[in-house]
């Protein structure tokens, strides 16, 4: 896919995350957000996946490792065509299996139940270590929040990733430098991240997140690299693509309201 339909298809799962969260009352928007270009990028040019086969055999798996960013991953998968996108809607409601954090055995596509932060990462690495055992063909792919990386867990299993070279394991941080408290750096700063990778024996790369080509790049280089698994640290906005959500730490786990919706919704293209 080109980079002006890949950047089309970010705009239709925003206004997908947008409106999900929006009937939902709940959620989090602005991780989902930052995150949007990078899930489309992997879904839509990336990885080996197939919407009418979801188990096949050999695909390349994706971890939400940030699993409050559900939304985004709930509407690439829509776009994607494993549901429709109007499915997604009962986001959070009684009974949905689009639950506020993805869910394994309830959603086609979802490879791993996450939402305990880190949890996700390590699984990720446990899932690349068992397809090199099987000489798998497949690929795996996680994103983490960079607030995640105040979870010790993380950095064993970047320590283990390393140390089995597993060099088809692709790790992407969505770095908007925001949590739910904050800045990273007044919570708890995790900077210098690249450094903290190269020094754990990953082969690294810094991007700008809402770049299409860079990403696109990040994930051609990745490819190439071999003996080390690869970390994209990807530079982005919380909330990207709506105007009162930027880089607005208030906006991590709360909905908007219906004026905030048709405003965010009218800037991204969509309508109520």
Known sequence: MDIKALEKTASEIRIGIVKAVHMAGSGHPGGALSAADIITALY??????????PEMKGRDKFILSK?????????ALAAKG???MEDIMTLRKMGSRFQGHPDMYKVPGIEMSTGSLGQGFSAAGGMAMANKLDTAPGRIYVLLGDGELQEGLVWEAAMSAAHYKLDNMVAILDYNGLQIDGKNEEVMTVA?????????????????????????????KARECKGKPTMIVAKTVKGKGVSFMENNAGWHGKAPDDEQTKQALAELGGEM
């Open 192 to 220: 210098p991240v690249a450094d903290k990778f190269k020094a754990f024996g990953w082969n690294v790369m810094t991007i700008d997140g809402h770049d299409f080509a860079e990403i696109l790049d990040a994930f051609k």
């Open 67 to 75: 699993g409050h960013a559900a939304p985004a991953q709930y509407a």
């Open 44 to 53: 839509f040019d990336e990885m080996n996946v197939d919407a009418a086969d």
């Open 82 to 84: 494993y549901f429709p």
